[in-house]
């Protein structure tokens, strides 16, 4: 990735935080901490890397997301309004009556979403069988999925995964966002699964570790892995903060699920506007 582009996916990805920021802010509440830390994943693949049409959210040969950690959704529908699949001015009736944007992603209310998700696990198999649908009808569509590092202690991903190498569903390139939480606690105290790409490669899948806020790294990755012939789907892990941009989010114990009083609002967004200021100066 080319250092003029580099700097505009990084915008993009400050902007997404910003969006999310203020659409949960404006609730008061809301799953903040895991749409932080997978904004610089999404503004790399919304940057071009998938192939999408805002004009047209379900053309058959587009590219398709699974965000199996649906509790992201307000990253991911920031970045989708973003990019112009639906107004603005509709992040700000996130989670509430009559919202096309529910508190977890769901393909039958707002566009730009390719699969209804929120129950932990079960986007892996959804996924999975995406991919093979596309490769059962000569389709290059490539699927990617989003794991938490929490979901994937669910014995369902772990199916998914088997069964997506004994398939050799290489169009399939999973990310787990790596933030070190869970709902209640962190991982390492939980069940550690601190070793996860040494786990899918365990499962027959070609696996790498990268600093997931580095665009320029996890674009390497991502064509690395489209450039690789040998029948293995792909795990890019994610090196994240949860809550990365916000300091009143990322410095908290508990910020999975996260209250915003107008203070911290106010504080996220001049620490964000900030970072966004000194971006569009370089």
Known sequence: MELAQQKQVKIFATRIRIETLKALGHLGFGHLGGSLSIADLLAVLYSGEMKVDPANPDWPDRDYL???????????????????????????????GGTHLPSHCDHRLTPGIDMTTGSLGQGSSLAVGVALGKRIQHKDNTTYLILGDGEIQEGQVWEAASFAAQQKLDGLIAFVDWNKKQLDGYIAD???????AERFAAFGWDAVTVDGHDVAAISDAIHHAKTMDDGRPHCIVLDT????????VSEAENNHHVNIIPEQL????????????ELEAE
């Open 266 to 277: 106010a504080a996220g967004l001049a620490e964000l506007e900030a970072e966004l200021a």
């Open 190 to 196: 939980i069940n550690d699964f601190s070793n996860i």
């Open 241 to 248: 903060v949860k809550g990365k941009g916000c300091s009143f």
């Open 66 to 96: 699974v965000c199996s950690k649906g509790h992201a959704g307000p990253g991911i529908y920031a970045t989708l309004a973003l990019r112009g699949f639906f107004p603005m001015e509709e992040l700000l009736t996130i989670n509430q």
